[in-house]
């Protein structure tokens, strides 16, 4: 997202042919139909805000994993594997799966039984109205902003690759969005993010498939790669992580391991309302538990469309006299080299994709922005509503008053959002600024909610205490290593040779570790809570009902098994 | 029941999945069908394999299954 401030350096890179308009018009008409389709079942705050809790294990699993695969996702990691090779796949495996899994087998059934409608609900439940307050607020101005950044991002993209006018972009993507969320609330936008997760790799899936068939097979495609780049390290994931200063990214196996693997991702897949809300739509104690393991298993095919074509263009992509074309980065994109990382995907989906696919590829991309949207809207009118309106504004409304507020709050939400995006268009920097704004909550969020899910010592005041020291510590360093000396980076990730990439994880382990302990010490100079008091929120205090499975392949942890197998095989084909 | 739409409804969600790829089944195919057979072929790497067409006919039968499968009515 950070380089996509970059493409407005640029020229248009293509234009649509009516065939794909076409394409185009018939998914805005889908989208919008859907809306009013569901608007019959979207009466009651449950059916608005949770979708009536009726979501089988694959729309949840789809809509959970789809939730994150937006299109700044998808362009941005394409660049990235294009700036540092398969190194990027570990924010999609190891940076996703274990968590995923992890939510699924040990915490959803916390989250489903104590029947909470959001995670600062939970908070609520667990550690009182202080830190629910402080989760809440923060995550409602973040997701708010996230998704005017979002808004932004589609309208440059549409700019870039087909010359479109921001405004254009940026309110006929708002306007749809706000029509179909207000309408069908959490129902419309899952429903239209499991439609997104099919036309992601309807659109995207070719780009790989033709690349490898140009390249000749993976084999020959690692050669040219090693041959266009003059290092074998852009196709290693492991291997290189020995040091800071032998990898592209400048991190160690550590920041991936610990930092990235560990907090960054628990905390992100754990935590994060936006991606949680999908799964406790799930109809049933053994959908929850299921949903994240199917997210799981697709979340790990995901590199094959968009860490592939970034690799493929280390090794296809020429100049017109044949020369190697050398993608550059945001700030050297000149006359020489006219294209940045971030134009991988769009680059790549001109080279394969004709008249019609070209239409498809460009929906793909469409759906993942607007999905995005909705996704950030939905989760924000929940917790505006639930967890800040109902919980400090207007406790006793009536539950149609607060499916009012529902669709109230996504109108203004998205009216923000664009303010947010017009924001962002007269300075590019404040997209930096929400990025980090967000990975300031995240970590310690997930260091108060697991030990309140895991310890019954737990206190109210150890867990707000806990996440305002974490907050505040990353808040700290994030400033000590922006505008500190130039040594801050090397102080905080641990190394002199330390790229930006590892301040962000180590920053994250040292936050969540700061949350940690203080939780711990404050709890342990506080009451504890009785035990009576933690039945349904706590392990040790809760007996966990049956999930209801029959038989090896029904249980949720069979599932888990394999996909935690397939990973470690993965990571090792790719080590 | 339709799944995911709500309860009492008569679409499902995997309905509107086969829907919407069938439609573009429907568009791409016969567009690459008379790009390849009338050589009008974008001037794309590997337009030789006719792209267009086999990836529209796979949505076609993609679509078509799940159209079938989840049509209205069917329990």
């Known amino acids: 997202m950070q380089s996509a401030a970059a493409l407005l350096f640029t020229t248009q890179l293509t234009h649509l042919a009516p065939i794909d308009v076409l394409i185009l018009v018939l998914y805005f008409a889908i989208v919008i139909f859907i809306g009013f389709y569901v608007k019959g079942a979207t009466n009651t705050s449950e059916e608005f805000f949770l979708a009536g809790r009726e979501m089988s294990a694959w729309i949840a699993g789809l809509s959970f994993v789809s939730a994150n695969l937006g299109s700044l996702e998808l362009m941005g990691w394409a660049g990235a594997a294009y700036q540092y090779g398969i190194l990027a796949t570990h924010w999609y495996w190891i940076g996703a799966i274990p968590a995923m899994l992890f939510l699924g087998i040990v915490m959803m059934p916390f989250y489903y039984i104590s029947k909470t409608h959001s995670v600062p609900g939970y908070l609520q439940l667990r550690f009182g109205e202080g830190a629910r307050g402080l989760a809440a607020a923060s995550f409602a101005f973040m997701t708010i902003l996230m998704s005017g950044v979002n808004m932004y991002a589609m309208a440059l993209v549409m700019k870039v690759i087909l010359g479109w006018n921001i405004s254009f972009s940026i309110w006929v993507g708002a306007i749809t969005v706000a029509i179909y969320v207000m309408l069908g609330g959490l129902r419309s936008a899952i429903i239209n993010e499991v439609l997104q997760f099919v036309l992601i790799w309807a659109g995207a899936a070719l780009i790989p498939i033709l690349g490898l068939v140009e390249a000749g097979g993976w084999t020959n495609l690692k050669a040219q790669i090693a041959a266009n780049t003059g290092s074998t390290e852009f196709t290693h994931m492991w291997s290189t992580l020995g040091h800071f200063r032998d990898n592209p990214m400048g991190v160690h196996w550590t920041g991936i391991v610990f930092g990235l693997g560990f907090v960054v991702s628990f905390g992100y897949w754990t935590t994060d309302f936006l991606v949680v809300q999908r799964v406790l739509s799930a109809n049933n104690l053994r959908a929850a538990k299921m949903a994240p393991v199917i997210g799981a298993a697709f979340k790990m095919a995901v590199p094959f469309i968009v860490i592939v074509p970034g690799l493929l263009a280390l090794a296809v992509l020429k100049n017109p006299d044949g020369s190697v074309l050398h993608l550059v980065g945001e700030n050297a994109v000149n006359a020489a080299h006219p294209y940045s990382y971030n134009e991988v995907l769009p680059l790549m989906l001109i080279r394969y994709c004709g008249p019609g696919l070209l239409g498809l590829g460009i929906t793909a991309l469409v759906a993942g922005f607007m999905s995005g949207m909705a996704g950030n809207v939905s989760a924000f009118s929940t917790v505006w509503t639930y967890d800040i309106y109902g919980a400090f504004l207007n406790k006793k409304a009536s539950d149609k008053h607060y499916v009012f507020m529902g669709r109230l709050s996504t109108v203004l939400g998205m009216l923000v959002s664009i303010l947010t995006a017009y924001l962002v268009a007269h300075a590019a920097s404040i997209m930096d600024y929400v990025q980090a704004l967000f990975s300031f909550f995240i970590a310690p969020l997930f260091g108060t909610v697991v030990l309140g899910m895991l310890w019954k010592r737990a206190t109210k005041a150890g867990g707000f205490w806990g996440l305002a020291a974490g907050t505040t510590s990353s808040i700290g360093m994030w400033l000590y290593t922006t505008y500190g000396p130039a040594s801050a980076l090397s102080r905080i990730a641990l190394s002199a040779d330390a790229k930006p990439m590892a301040e962000t994880l180590y920053r994250a382990l040292w936050s969540w570790l700061i949350c940690v302990g203080v939780t711990i010490v404050v709890s342990y100079c506080t009451t504890p809570i009785p035990e009576a008091q933690l039945a349904g929120l706590v392990y040790g205090a809760t007996p966990i009902p049956d999930d209801g499975s029959r038989g090896l392949f029904q249980k949720p942890i069979f599932w888990a098994i394999i996909v935690i197998t397939v990973f470690f095989i993965l990571n090792l084909m790719f080590f | ?75």
């Open chain 2, 1 to 75: 029941m339709a799944e995911g739409t709500g309860r009492g409804e008569r679409l499902s969600i995997w309905f509107f999945v086969g829907m919407l790829t069938l439609v573009y089944g429907l568009v791409l195919a016969p567009y690459g069908a008379w790009e390849w057979i009338g050589n009008h072929e974008a001037p794309t790497v590997l337009n030789n394999l006719h792209p267009t067409f086999w990836w529209g006919s796979l949505m076609l039968i993609f679509g078509l299954f799940y159209t079938i499968k989840f049509r209205p009515g069917k329990v």
